[in-house]
């Protein structure tokens, strides 16, 4: 049984940080290209982030690019995303996923909550 454990969510002022993780079991990790993908209240789900097998490509988007940043540790099959002067509109619940083909990610996390006070 696959499963993806976010943690690290929480209440922070605006230009803070925060440090997200990702525990994946049941699945053989490394051959996996991990997401963190968000949901804001009353919007779509969006991409955040993504990072291939072995680590030697990482894919942003716009919106947290420069402050924002991703990582992974196959030995602890575990994905992070280091979250630096984050702003309010960074609130939301924060998803991690596997993807073993092209744009389709085929497990996902429960989410973890992120709030961003002014």
């Known amino acids: 049984q696959v499963q993806l454990v976010e943690s690290g969510g929480g209440l922070v002022q605006a230009g803070g940080s925060l440090r997200l993780s990702c525990a994946a079991s049941?699945?053989?990790?490394?051959?996996?290209?991990m997401g963190w993908f968000r949901q804001a209240p009353g919007k779509e789900r969006e991409f955040v982030a993504r990072i291939t097998l072995n680590g030697g490509r990482l894919y942003y988007s716009d919106s947290v690019k420069g402050r924002f940043t991703i990582s992974r540790d196959n030995a602890k099959n575990t994905v992070y995303l280091q979250m630096n002067t984050l702003k309010p509109e960074d609130t939301a619940i924060y998803y991690c996923a596997a993807s073993s083909s092209p744009a389709q990610y085929a497990y996902w996390g429960q989410g973890t909550q992120v709030t961003v006070s002014s």
């Open positions: 049941g699945l053989s990790f490394s051959r996996y290209t």
